[in-house]
């Protein structure tokens, strides 16, 4: 099974981002950022009961 992980975007110009898993570079505005400032989603399984 193989998951495909979204690219993630730069919040001021919306360009794909470069780099990763911690820091991540924005090759049109020249910045960094890092993965904490970056929006995120995250799912946890629904467990059922015993």
Do not use: N, Q
Not at 12 to 38: M, N, S
């Amino acid at each position: 099974m193989s998951r495909i992980i979204p690219a993630k975007a730069c919040p001021r110009c919306r360009t794909r981002l470069d780099g990763g898993p911690v820091l991540f570079h924005c090759i049109t505005c020249r910045r960094a950022v890092y993965a904490a400032d970056l929006p995120t989603e995250t799912t946890v399984p629904v467990r059922r009961a015993a």
